[in-house]
């Protein structure tokens, strides 16, 4: 048996399985697809496939199994992968058949591109990168690991992004130069709709055109 899983039964995990079985091998009765999901309301199937738990996935008697994490929140994914960073599966890449991918790109294990994304020329990412709906990364681009893109992200040419960066629809990030890239810090969030127009420190939450770090809350 070789099983092939998508964990995350909620909203991405349904929008990434139609694709995650059109692009590869064919069901047959000794390859399955299943979701990972560990909420037993979810029942036992999902958009008619089998949901399984992380526990039933890592005791599942299999030859070889392939998983890709298609759950947006970036410390969730990370959390995740951790736990399977030992055990013996594969992690699985998506790439919607709409999805671009032009030259000179380097990109690691466990990458969800969704339909009409576009990577373009030069760029460099990282591990576990989603790339959801119409969104972007232009030339001379650097990504860390665990980061999310939402939909209709437009990145431009040499940005650095650091590791488990979320950056929330529509925003809009400057590019910068080969002499001055703009850099994006590790574990910075970017809000919905923001215009990023300069550098973002690490671990900071941005919003607004131009962006701006929110405010911290006083106790
Ligand atoms: N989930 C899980 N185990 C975890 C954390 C999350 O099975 O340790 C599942 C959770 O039950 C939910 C999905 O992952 O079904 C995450 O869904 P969410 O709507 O938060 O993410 P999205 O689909 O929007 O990326």
Known sequence: MEIFGIYGASGFGREVMPIFKATNVPERSDRRYVFVDDDEELGDTVNRTTRISQREFLEFDAIEKTLAIAIGDVKIRKRIAQVFSKKQIKWGSIAAPSSTVLHDVS?????????????TSNIKIGVHFHCNLGSYVAHDCVIGDFVTFAPNVMCNGNVIIGDNVYVG??????????????????????????VVTRDVPTDTVVVGNPAKPLPRKTP
């Open 169 to 194: 629809t529509g925003v809009i990030i400057k590019n910068g130069t080969r002499a001055k890239p703009l850099v994006i810090g590790d574990g910075a969030v970017i809000g919905m709709g923001a």
């Open 107 to 119: 990109i690691g294990e466990g990458a969800i591109l969704c339909s009409n994304t576009i990577l």
